[in-house]
């Protein structure tokens, strides 16, 4: 079985292509299955990934990246001990009232909750330091949850501070439909 191709109409290609309208020039990753249509997208789009070898430190350098800056500071880990080793860097983030954008992604939706690699359910870690956490699963709502997520990173109805959104492979790799 052949994967469908990562064009910009797929989940994958639309968040590289919303970060990049949101002014962001750097995610900081540790490369991981889980994220590679992300990965490949963000390449595409000409936004440079830093590579990096834990991810607490790609949350730590997004976090200072966007303090700096004053793009968003963004983060992609990949699933189960990706987002688990990136805890430390979102619950600092937290505290320090950081506005992070932490991506992850998750094993396909037909193989959730039957013993997938790295299948856990990543929001139930995270929700208490972040502002907004959500699992994407169609990709008809890819844009208003990246709309959501950076809004409250931002402060908008409540302080600031890190937010996570998690997406199976396959949704991914599925194309957005358009606005009708």
Not at 18 to 45: N, S, Y
Not at 148 to 157: I, L, N, P, T
Request: neutral net charge.
């Amino acid at each position: 079985m052949s994967l469908p191709p990562l064009t910009g109409d797929t989940v994958a290609g639309v968040i590289a292509r919303f970060l990049k309208a949101q002014g962001v020039t750097r995610v900081f990753a540790l490369c991981g299955g889980h994220i590679m249509p992300i990965w490949m997208r963000l390449d595409a789009e000409g936004i440079q990934i830093v590579d990096v070898r834990d991810e607490r430190a790609a949350v730590y350098m997004a976090h200072a990246h966007g303090t700096l800056t004053g793009e968003p500071g963004v983060a992609l880990v990949t699933a189960g001990p990706g987002t688990t080793n990136a805890m430390t860097g979102i619950a600092n983030a937290h505290v320090a009232r950081a506005p992070v954008i932490v991506l992850s992604g998750l094993p396909p939706r037909q193989q959730e909750n039957r013993g997938a690699l790295q299948d856990m359910v990543h929001i139930d870690f995270v929700k208490p330091i972040t502002r907004y956490a959500r699992t994407v699963r169609e990709a008809s709502l890819v844009l208003p949850e990246l709309r959501e997520a950076v809004s409250r990173s931002q402060g908008d109805g409540g302080d600031p501070g890190p937010v996570y959104l998690d997406f199976p492979t396959d949704t991914l790799r599925d194309t957005v439909p358009k606005a009708g």
